[in-house]
């Protein structure tokens, strides 16, 4: 298998695009004022991005979207992840990506045109007891037979349910009738008393607490394949590559302080003590990229155990630099890095949220060490 990562050509223009629209779109003092928003995010600016065709990039063309690759969808999120841009564009890309892999054909009829026009969705599949194994479930369904016909009775209560107050459709993970699956839950028949927005650290997301009490389906919401495998893929992936954003984003904003900042006459960025950690964290970077887009480049190759050993380095390396590159930052600025007006906060903020997101460093090195070494 060749290992040089380059750029397709739809991919170096998605960048291009990306780049340019994230920076003018979300300066820093815009993500600050978003934070204070209900949503967390821009109407006019997610409609811009339906208009880009940014939601129906790996939604078949048969459903209204472009067919293309996951891959495409890496340069977009590395740029949302330089420029903190809150969006559920990430929600959405995973509930597409559940029904492409899972859903019936019914459903993909139904939803995919839907969010490839800019309908918001989203995934509830974390629960209170934080395992990081998605089948693992305490939440349930049961299957009764109704004079309406066969209905799904849902119970239990998902946590770190990105968007679920402006998403029109949720997709959510059950034990149903003893078995892992994903029913598909429409906004309609979500209350406001379903919902409990979540105090997290990273203000720039939105996240819920989804309680499942009294929410009843029909059978039909199920989904034909609980594809869990392909939406932990995903979002890795996608996770991963947003994560680089924000960690090239911090490494500038370190840099821009340490050639302003003066001690003693001289720019503090003169000092070996903080620029060799500075070069440590250029070389993380380099290292994160690398994976992500090693990771993207085989996607969709069919190799199973080289994509899991792909994405759980990108992951693993994308969650130990950028929480390391955060902190650094917040040390760097001296006592203002400690204040919440210090910009490196808002990046040390993500990296945390981000680090235990579908698993951190130490759990997906758990993984690979037989991968790598058996």
């Known amino acids: 298998m060749n290992n040089l990562v380059t750029f397709s050509e739809e991919q170096s223009m998605l960048l291009d695009t990306a780049m340019d629209f994230c920076a003018s779109q979300s300066p820093i ?84 045109p839907k969010i490839a026009g800019g309908a918001i969705a989203t995934c509830a599949l974390q629960e209170p007891l934080g395992d990081w194994d998605l089948t693992n479930l305490a939440a349930t369904g049961t299957t009764k037979h109704t004079s309406k016909g066969d209905q ?31 029913i598909a839950v429409d906004a309609e028949l979500i209350s406001k008393d379903h919902l409990l927005r979540e105090v997290v650290l990273d203000e720039t997301r939105r996240c819920y607490q989804f309680n499942l009490d009294g929410i009843v389906v029909d059978t039909t919401a199920k989904l034909s394949v609980a594809c869990f495998k392909a939406i932990e893929d995903a979002a890795l992936l996608l996770l991963s590559a947003e994560m680089a954003g924000g960690l090239a984003s911090t490494l500038n904003t370190i840099i821009e302080y340490l050639n302003t900042r003066k001690q003693f006459d001289r720019l503090i960025g ?46 693993s390396e994308a969650s130990d630099h950028f929480a390391n ?50």
């Not at 650094?328 to 903020?349: I, K, M």
């Open 29 to 112: 003092s815009k993500v600050r004022s978003q934070i204070e928003e209900s949503n967390g995010f821009d109407g006019d600016q997610w409609a811009s991005m339906v208009e880009l065709g940014w939601l129906g990039i790996t939604i078949p063309e048969a459903h209204g979207g472009l067919g293309l690759g996951l891959a495409n969808v890496v340069p977009i999120m590395e740029s949302m992840g330089r420029n903190l841009m809150g969006s559920p564009l990430l929600a959405s890309t995973l509930a597409s990506q559940a029904l492409i892999h899972g859903g019936t054909e019914t459903q993909k009829a139904d939803w995919l």
């Open 152 to 182: 799904i009775t849902l119970s239990g209560t998902k946590t770190f349910v990105l968007d679920a107050a402006a998403a029109e459709l949720v997709i959510v993970s059950v034990c149903l009738d003893g078995e892992a699956a994903l």
């Open 270 to 315: 003169s000092y070996q003590a903080l620029k060799h950690p500075t070069v440590d964290i250029l070389m993380g970077l380099e290292a994160v990229r690398s994976h992500v887009y090693h990771a993207a480049s085989i996607f969709d190759e069919g190799n199973a155990e080289a994509l899991e050993i792909a994405l759980r380095m990108a992951k």
């Open 325 to 374: 590159a955060g902190d650094r930052a917040v040390q760097f600025h001296g006592g203002f890095g400690f204040t919440y007006e210090c910009d490196a906060q808002l990046f040390l903020r993500r990296a945390l949220w981000s680090q235990y997101q579908f698993g951190d460093e130490k759990h997906h090195r758990h993984f690979l060490t037989p991968l790598l070494l058996d």
